[in-house]
């Protein structure tokens, strides 16, 4: 059976268009070290590169997220460290004011103390991480506690204008929540209203603004009143110390709460790296070339292309006579 010319033309250009686009595709993957550089490469390994890197982006957040969660609480940790300091320097003061050997002389110093070591509970208790406030429940932009004063109008013989009367707690007593991964969540001690609230013991001071306000009372009437100086003394040596101690408990107790946190959160942070790890490689092996067999391969086209070259030059040598 005779072949026509046209058909042997046809199927040279043929076979040198595949040997060319085998040729092409493999230089493709050299030069981008990537298997698939299109969908219509490999629809079903494209299918895959995509999925994987959504959620090695989603990876990337929650690691982030972590990262910037234990920052926050750490910046907790050292804010209430400065608080335990205070209410221990407020508590040797309430001590020392107890002591019978001091006159009105030394309540009135120890209280100038005591007024401008309270202002610094409330500094630290507005601590702030990257411009937000971290004891503010979730109203982290303004500052959430402020120091209440009495003003002339509050003033009578145990408070004077200019004394401290309690804490105000602006925040909201809602945590602030953090995603760490797929489906699981952790909440921050972000609620400023645990660090101020009630102690174990009842009566007077079940909130630390109330018990420094009592504080302040009682020296105010062993300063201005001689006849009740050992009764003053008596309160700041009994209940009003013992709530000192409560209220230092409780800093202790939430400084534990912020611990289990951080330790959740760094156990959080070595699985995100391990899984991120375990995500990089998994795309790795989909997406990108071995080069070793690639740089086979393309030799392998580079010879078939140039052969097939060589063997279209005698088939468009042909001519006419040829044929006679």
């Known amino acids: 059976m005779r072949i026509s010319e046209n058909t042997t033309y046809n199927n040279f250009l043929y076979n040198l268009g595949n040997s060319q686009s085998s040729l092409q595709a493999t230089m493709q993957q050299l030069s981008s070290q990537q298997q698939v550089s299109k969908p219509s490469d490999n629809p079903l390994a494209a299918s895959q590169i995509m999925a994987l890197s959504s959620s090695l982006t989603q990876n990337t957040t929650y690691a982030n997220t972590i990262k910037d969660a234990i920052n ?3 910046t907790q940790d050292s804010a209430l460290s400065g608080l335990s300091d205070q209410m221990l320097r407020i508590r040797t003061l ?3 004011s107890a002591n019978g050997a001091y006159g009105p002389d030394e309540l009135k110093s120890n209280k100038t103390e005591l007024s401008s070591v309270m202002a610094s509970v409330v500094d630290s208790l507005n601590a702030d991480y990257g411009g937000r406030y971290v004891f503010a429940g979730t109203k982290i932009d303004k500052p959430p506690f402020e120091l209440v004063k009495a003003t002339a109008d509050d003033a009578d013989n145990n408070v004077q204008a200019g004394d401290i009367i309690g804490i105000k707690y602006n925040g909201s007593t809602t945590n602030q929540t953090r995603s760490i991964s797929s489906g699981v969540s952790i909440d921050l001690a972000t609620n400023g209203a645990n660090i101020v609230g009630g102690t174990t013991q009842g009566g007077a001071g079940t909130q630390l603004g109330d018990y420094f306000a009592k504080v302040i009372q009682t020296l105010n009437e062993g300063i201005n009143k001689p006849d009740q100086l050992a009764a003053a003394q008596s309160a700041l040596g009994g209940d009003l110390l013992g709530q000192t101690t ?9 400084r534990t709460t912020i611990g289990a946190v951080v330790n959740r959160l ?17 795309k790795s ?4 070339v071995d080069m070793a067999k690639a740089y086979m391969e393309y030799q392998k086209d580079q010879t078939t292309y140039q052969s097939t070259l060589a063997m279209g030059t005698k088939i468009m040598n042909t001519t006419i006579l040829n044929y006679m």
């Open 285 to 288: 092996n989909v997406q990108d």
């Open 246 to 254: 409560n209220f230092s408990d409780k800093v202790v107790n939430v």
């Open 72 to 74: 926050l609480s750490q």
């Open 94 to 96: 309430v001590q020392a």
């Open 266 to 282: 760094n156990i959080a942070s070595a699985q995100n790296t391990s899984q991120n790890l375990n995500l990089t490689t998994m």
